[in-house]
């Protein structure tokens, strides 16, 4: 889906997340859950809380299992589905993973100088559908940038590549 903004637009997906991020974000939570607690229990075991050097242990543990807790929940409700935005104002495209309250988080910064090609790949899915790839630099590395019915796609890509190929005023 294209999203007209005043800075530029957004592409995000129509589909949702994959039910492998999904299970994977439950799993991250879980095992939060698990390091939390056990980093509150380590403090519930009365035969050690008087002992002077098991309580530097407890210490050094608590804060281990609570950084390993803060990934987990962090990874947990970070959100699963990415989105780009193509800024026209300051000519770079950013890769942004939204979580559940809608707050962003930035994966990548990309100046628009820094894509060589751009092309469509028919081959992937199923016919009359094809896949809008960038090709970062002149490297073998791709970014997908949308998936759907040809006559959208193309669309897009004249779009798209006006916007990278356009030099600034």
Known sequence: ??????????????????????TLQAVA???GVVFALAAVGLWLM?????????????????????????????????????????DTNVRELREVVRNHAGRPSLIGRYDFKSFSGLFIDRERGEKGHGAL????????????????????????????GKDLIAIPA
């Open 46 to 86: 009365p035969s050690s809380i008087v002992s002077d050097g098991v309580q530097v242990i407890k210490i050094g543990l608590t804060v281990f299992l609570a950084v390993l807790s803060a990934f987990c929940f962090r990874y947990a409700t970070r959100g699963a589905e990415v989105e780009l935005e193509f």
């Open 1 to 22: 889906m294209l999203a007209d903004t005043y800075w530029g637009y957004v592409i995000r997906s129509l589909e949702g997340p994959s039910p492998m991020v999904k």
């Open 29 to 31: 939570l879980f095992v």
């Open 133 to 160: 790839m960038l090709r970062y630099r002149n490297s073998t590395t791709l970014l997908e940038v949308a998936y759907g019915p040809l006559p959208r796609i193309e669309a897009l890509r004249d779009r798209l």
